[in-house]
């Protein structure tokens, strides 16, 4: 048994499933692969990966019916997922990263981001065993966070998050009422440089608010800075 991450690489492209493997087993990675949907379901329940790179176009299941089932299913909804999109519609991003997709790339692209975005994502949702120092736990109103459990709770009840959901809200957490525009939350809650849409972002407040506000559509907590960005109301 392998004390690796294991990585699952799902793409009904063989050429690409073997170019993306090749560098992530090249970054030390275990990595399994699967070419259809109904297979990497199937996959993902069998392994437990600790990430999926997942292609949206897919024979059987699509990205977008995997990625729903796997944040639907508690036993593999904290399973992290970067979505692979030959689609350059925004809207087709967009509805990846809101069902649960902690990131996305777009096709074609470079197997050297694949591999620092899987990174990037990874050491952002590194259990409580991994992380070298203790950090407080964070309190905001009835909004609790401790970074070292990853976990989340409001009201006393758990919030399940994915990990880029969970990064912003610790980095808001962490900086109660200051106003942050989108670059500066991919950057300093992300942890990597962004150059792709701001809409990103977005994707992910509205997550966030689904799952935190009592009225999402017209949130308190999460506020919208016109012509900056967002911060948390204090």
């Given at each position: ?94 509805l ?11 096709k074609?692209?470079?197997p ?5 975005r ?5 050491r ?30 409001k ?80």
């Amino acid at each position: 048994m392998t004390d690796r991450q294991t990585i699952l690489v799902v793409d009904d492209d063989p050429k690409i499933v073997r170019l993306v493997r090749s560098y992530l087993e090249q970054a030390g990675f275990h990595v399994e692969v699967a070419y259809d949907g109904d297979e990497a379901w199937r996959s993902i329940q069998r392994l437990h990966p600790n990430l999926v790179v997942l292609d949206l176009m897919l024979p059987g299941r699509d990205g977008l019916a995997i990625t729903q089932a796997v944040r639907s299913d508690p036993a593999t909804r904290d399973i992290a997922i970067l979505m692979l999109t030959a689609r350059v519609e925004d809207i087709d991003r967009i509805l990846g990263l809101e069902m649960g997709a902690d990131d996305y790339v777009t096709k074609p692209f470079n197997p050297r981001e694949v591999t620092a975005r899987v990174k990037a994502i990874l050491r952002r949702s590194a259990p409580a065993a991994e992380v070298k120092s203790s950090a407080p736990a964070l309190q905001v109103g009835d909004l609790t966070l401790d970074p070292d459990a990853h976990v989340v709770e409001k009201a006393g009840q758990p919030v399940a998050l994915t990990p880029s959901e969970f990064d912003i809200l610790h980095l808001f957490m962490r900086n109660p009422g200051r106003a942050f525009t989108r670059t500066q939350l991919i950057e300093e809650g992300l942890g990597y440089e962004y150059a792709g849409l701001e809409r990103t972002v977005d994707s992910h407040i509205k997550n966030l608010r689904r799952k935190l506000e009592e009225n999402p559509r017209a949130p308190v907590l999460i506020e919208t800075v016109f012509g900056v960005g967002y911060r948390l109301n204090p």
